[in-house]
């Protein structure tokens, strides 16, 4: 997996791009998680996750996904997530992330229509 931090723009963006199956992985799973808190830490209220580059995902991927929406929730900030159409946007879907998460076909659409946190 391979993750890059963007914050040239106004909304950081976390990039995302490989292999999500991170059963055995704890380090991986523990940088995604530590990468979003950070930003939301440092105050940022949104966050855009770009996993438009993953190809895999497994139970502690989406458990890693679920983990960082419950940071977001818990201190006030929203994650928007970009997802090309595939088996994990298809997963996501299929357990219902497109209700917790905004989701954007691409990062301009994601930067422009992130809402703000209530």
């Not at 890693?64 to 996501?92: E, W």
Request: glycine share 10%.
């Amino acid at each position: 997996m391979d993750l890059f931090v963007d914050l040239s723009g106004g909304i950081p963006l976390v990039r995302i791009a490989g292999d999500l199956r991170l059963w055995g992985k704890q380090d991986v799973a523990d940088q995604m998680r530590e990468s979003v808190h950070s930003l939301i830490t440092a105050g940022h209220k949104r966050v855009v996750m770009n996993l438009s580059g993953v190809r895999r995902i497994d139970s502690r991927g989406i458990g890693c996904l679920a983990r960082i929406h419950a940071t977001a929730t818990s201190s006030n900030a929203v994650i928007g997530l970009v997802l090309s159409p595939g088996i994990v946007k298809d997963a996501l879907d299929q357990l219902h992330f497109m209700k917790i998460y905004p989701v954007f076909p691409d990062e301009a659409a994601a930067v422009a229509g992130l809402p703000k946190p209530n």
